[in-house]
């Protein structure tokens, strides 16, 4: 098999920082209402939009993408497995903090913004659970489709006396093309960002370490003198201390842990 030399090419874009993929992520602004037209991620098994799940809270990470949901090993699934297992209230409210949470995306033209081509739109569950209805809806339908979709209003409020801005999402009355020009259209559908290129799964040692120095027991001692690290495979290095005090599983580490 011969190097695939365009794959080196974006890994060293990456790398230098040169790549534009976070600039392709769009959102809408507070206080405003756009316009936007939504379209399918390709090969995606049916589904216009994509999910993902990542990690949320965990030291000064925004979101640490799961490996657990491309079916590889994750070492912090295992350890809220762990936790769950531990059966205690301090280790299952642990075990809260750690669970994934979803974001959904999907490739958006913005009216007024069609110079930049097509970017990104990340939201939550409460817009995801709209527009599949809106899809559902045999009133609209397919509002991705290119040639008898439709436009989105999309506006983001806050009310008097909440925190959160809410995000809302209503169809345009009627179908509309894409873009009147077919070979625009043509161009942005082929020209969908791949989320792959945005979002990267860190490894099993990276997310390791990032959980192991979360927990304050990365290459550090506790009060007692024990030194904890995790190994690369998910269990507990043996560390003994100076009262003979030693961890064989994450179990026991967790016990400690919530004891403390």
């Excluded at 974006?10 to 040169?18: C, E, I, N």
Aim: charged letters at 30%; glycine letters at 8%.
């Amino acid at each position: 098999m011969g190097i695939d030399f365009e794959a080196i090419r974006k890994k060293l874009d990456r790398l230098s920082g040169a790549t534009r993929n976070r600039s392709v992520m769009w959102k809408p602004t507070e206080g405003e209402e756009h316009v936007v037209r939504l379209l399918s991620f390709p090969d995606n098994d049916g589904q216009p939009f994509k999910e993902l799940w990542f990690y949320y809270g965990i030291g000064n990470n925004r979101g640490l993408l799961t490996p657990n949901q491309f079916g590889n090993k994750d070492p912090i699934q295992e350890l809220i497995t762990n936790l769950r297992e531990d059966g205690s209230k301090e280790s299952y409210e642990l075990a809260k903090k750690l669970y994934p949470k979803m974001r959904t995306y999907a490739p958006v033209i913005v009216r007024g913004e069609e110079d930049k081509g097509v970017q990104i739109w990340g939201f939550g569950k409460t817009v995801y659970q709209a527009l599949l209805g809106l899809m559902l809806d045999e009133d609209y339908g397919d509002i991705t489709d290119p040639k008898t979709g439709r436009d989105i209003k999309v506006s983001c409020m806050k009310q008097p006396g909440r925190k959160w801005a809410m995000t809302e999402v209503r169809p345009r009355g009627k179908q509309s093309l894409l873009a009147d020009d077919d070979n625009q259209a043509s161009e942005w559908i082929s020209a969908i960002p791949n989320l792959d290129d945005i979002y990267q799964c860190k490894s099993y040692d990276e997310l390791s370490k990032i959980v192991n120095d979360w927990l304050g027991e990365d290459d550090t001692s506790d009060s007692d003198g024990t030194e904890n690290n995790f190994s690369s495979d998910g269990t507990k290095s043996t560390k003994t201390s100076s009262d003979g005090k030693s961890y064989s599983s994450l179990d026991d580490a967790f016990a400690d842990l919530m004891d403390e």
